[in-house]
């Protein structure tokens, strides 16, 4: 019987090539999106976990208040709040803290600038499951100025030499000892250490202090709970014990702490915090990403389930004669079921052989090096059998119970209420694939022009044509002349136009935040925070920064070291009622008395994501962090090759390192670009996966009214009006599906949109762009159908009446 099964399904899916083309590419194309998404999001969603205990694995983040507001919220905080956990709660089983630092290490003539490194405590390795290749976990961080590297590290300092007991020079000063080598850390870890530096090292150069110090930020703290921990519970005990600990300080400092777990599995999609160990990526835009991958497959079965349904009038004989020569229900399932197992299982073996071709552009798409490899690679083959198993009994079982349930006696004397009873759920799959096309459609538009309102909204400060140059960490006393020289000689070239040097830039929080400073006349409590931005002077003018009021610093007036430039945020902060009352008022800052002699207009330091921050400049005469070059845009390759040549003669001991500032801002929307990417990639595949259906759907539903339309002919109609009769059956499901998908589009774009302080405002463009473009492709997929029925001589369709 299954041999005969087979035969038949065969012989069904050759006679009807058109719609067994449609299905098998509609459902190899949706399998194909859906295993890359799903292998993308099952990416995003491992962070972390190789690690042995990392269900036990907690960070410890950090808010600071002032006067009831969180002012900053540090995914590194302060050092001592992993320690004090561990030594007064027996829930935490053990902690590790460490801070990141950069610089140049360097080896013979080899030198690199590293900006991954760690200085950590010696339960770092036993906390992670970082494998140590070379060296003890217990002992390789125990004494100052020792180190572990990379297996990358190793080979790019010391080739095949072993690099055990030997030493890496930092900044052209202090030598560090290597004591042991770790496997290179996996892509899916949100830790990525290329060198770890034992904590003894920073002790050493800090004091014992650094240990218990609770106003001191920039240091990472995870700690391990016992299993039988629960960590909210655990959580709620720690504002009690803080306040107990450092209550009487936080009243002197004028700024609360608060500290939350964060589980280790949730860091990378649900954690953007000051100092985060790297950009993390963002649970929305997984999540939404998995939602397209359901929508694309669950659109290819509608298809398959649709023109099965549509050829109803077709089999509707072959199942009256079968049943009449004897075949149960249940045969007749088998026989449906076994073509939807047939039409999936070509479709799945083509999507393999798409997922093996398009994978390289897939991983250009996302920015991830995904394993798509076949075999060994068990994630994606359970990916596959589910999607085979899954689709060939949804997209089987409604045909098969649909067509089994035809009557002898009803098919014989050509009644077609059957016909009638399935054109219900056909309308209802047909609304919902109109209604995702609209969603998707207008979720693509609005991605599009907020990143596009975000690279084109004036900033307030002028980012164009910038070079930017990471400043020189090997330095000595010759610093401040060797700068000038560099900085002569550069704008000696008439084509730069000027130069800069700055502790931060624009496009980033600046990382030097200050908390407690007020007017010298006002009291400790009336203190706020603030971040810092240094730069020479020269910085003002280089990128434009509009004065509002009073000066910039200039070397005629002197004093510029004990003077300050305020933005607008910050001038409101300090509660003056305009910006001429400012003026030259001294204010208390870190125990040292400084004067605003300007201020600057408010300016988009970081990204539109945020509202603009409270700043206050202060002059740095010798500031070495970047500095910034004003090219000719025109001969950008002459200027670097310039630049480079004089870099190499001004700092021979530094790595030559430069970025441009326009894409460095712009990497602050680089999750928001690549969403946008792959979601209008997806989006356009769902559409097309939608046309194949809608095309098939229409070819058969056209032929169905084939003799009602030469009837209509012969009674006087038109061409023309049998055109707009068929035409308005797909019109009325695409307006029927307008409140549904651009309903929930709006819903779901109006909360994405919630994620940024400047951003479009959703206007009659969502509804009418999508709504048009819809209504022009069903026109243009179904039209050469339409029109061919239309057509058709009244003589030729109802010759057989």
Known sequence: MFKNFLLVTFRSLLKNRLSSLVNIIGLAIGMTAFILIIQYVRYELSYDDFHTKSSRIYRVQQDRYNKGKITTQWAAGCSAVGQALHKNFPEVENFTRFQKWNGVFSYGEKKFREEEIYLADTSFFEIFSFKLLEGDPYTTLRNPM??????????????????????????????????????????????????????????????????????????????????????????????????????????????????????????????????????????????????????????????????????????????????????????????????????????????????????????????EFLDYSLPGNPGFWIAVLLMFIVGAFLSGIYPALFLSAFKPTTVFQGVSELRVGGMGMRRILVIFQFASSLLLIAGTLTVYRQI??????????????????????????????????????LERNPDIEMLTASISIPGRQPQWNAGGIRRINEGDEDGNQYRIMGFDYSFVDFYGLEILEGRNFAEDFGQNHGSVLFNESAIKLMGFEDFASAMNVPIYFWGDTFNIIGVLKNYHQEGLKVEYEPLVFRFFKNANRFYSIKVNSM?????????????????????????????????????????????????????FIACLGLFGLSSYTTTQRTREIGIRKVAGSSSGNAILLLLRYFIIQVLIAVPVGLGIGFYIMSNWLQNFAYKIGIGWWFFLAPLSLVLVITIITVSSQVIKTANVNPAESLRHE
Do not use: C
């Open 146 to 367: 020792e180190m572990v590297v990379s297996e990358s590290s190793a080979r790019k300092y010391f080739g095949d030499e072993n690099p055990i007991g030997k030493a890496l020079r930092y900044n052209g000063g202090s030598e560090f000892m290597i004591t042991g080598i770790f496997e290179d850390i996996p892509r899916n870890s949100h830790l990525k250490p290329d060198i770890i530096v034992s904590w003894a090292t920073l002790v050493k150069f800090r004091g014992e202090d650094v240990n218990t110090a609770w106003q001191w930020d920039g240091f990472y703290n995870y700690i391990i709970l016992n299993p039988a921990s629960d960590y909210t519970k655990f959580e709620a005990k720690i504002p009690d014990f803080i306040e107990a600990e450092i209550g009487e300080d936080m009243e002197q400092w004028t700024a609360g702490v608060v500290f939350n777990l964060q589980p280790l599995n949730s860091i990378h999609l649900n954690s953007d915090f000051m100092f985060e160990a790297e950009p993390n990526g963002n649970a929305r835009s997984v999540y939404a990403l998995l939602i397209i991958a359901i929508f694309l497959v669950l659109i290819a079965w509608i298809n398959y389930i649709n023109l099965s349904t549509s050829r109803a009038l077709e089999r509707a004989r072959e199942v009256g004669m079968r049943k009449v020569i004897g075949a149960f229900r249940k045969h007749l399932l088998g026989q449906f079921l076994l073509e939807s197992i047939l039409v999936n299982l070509l479709a799945i073996l083509l999507a393999i052989i798409l997922v093996r071709l398009l994978s390289p552009s897939f991983n250009l798409l996302t920015g």
């Open 452 to 489: 596009s309102f975000m690279k084109n909204f004036d900033l307030g400060v002028d980012i164009e044509n910038v070079m930017v140059l990471r400043g020189p960490s090997v330095n000595d006393s010759t610093y401040a002349e060797t700068y000038s020289a560099f900085k002569s000689e």
């Open 635 to 687: 001969k950008t390759q002459e200027v670097m090759s310039f630049v480079e040549e004089q870099w190499r003669t001004f700092f021979p001991q530094n790595p030559y390192e430069y970025f441009f500032l326009e894409d460095y801002y712009n990497e602050q929307y680089k999750n928001e670009t690549r969403f946008g990417r792959v979601f209008s990639v997806f989006a356009f595949l769902a559409i």
